[in-house]
């Protein structure tokens, strides 16, 4: 088992950043991808981000890409997401996941075994 807990959501203004954090223990040697999803009212869930735990590699949705960015800290088993020119349609739920069983299918919300959660963001016009 993992277990995810995230922090970090709040209330901002269009075009504020802000950072989400998740902290992962456990079985967290058994990670190979951790990522964020969001889902806002009435919407599916959906695809944000995701970092492979040894390599590094990056994934973004065309929605975030060149204002989000994610990171990890394998030391301290944390990812990150620093979340730049923040507009009103970034307003959800932002969810913390793990992938441990090497999914090719990063975008696909059936390929994470872990979810936090949740930290909400609201981003005001």
């Known amino acids: 088992q993992v277990q995810l807990v995230e922090s970090g959501g709040g209330l901002v203004e269009a075009g504020d950043s802000l950072r989400l954090s998740c902290a992962a223990s456990g079985r967290t040697f058994t990670i190979y991808r951790m990522g964020w999803f969001r889902q806002a009212p009435g919407k599916e869930r959906e695809f944000v981000a995701a970092i492979t735990w040894n390599g590094g590699l990056t994934y973004y949705a065309d929605s975030v890409k060149g204002r989000f960015t994610i990171s990890r800290d394998n030391a301290r088993n944390m990812v990150y997401l620093q979340m730049n020119s923040l507009r009103p349609e970034d307003t959800a739920v932002y969810y913390c996941?793990?992938?441990?069983?090497?999914?090719?299918?990063?975008?696909?919300?059936?390929?994470?075994?872990?979810w936090g959660q949740g930290t909400q963001v609201t981003v005001s016009s």
């Open positions: 996941v793990v992938d441990i069983d090497r999914s090719n299918y990063y975008r696909s919300r059936n390929e994470y075994e872990y």
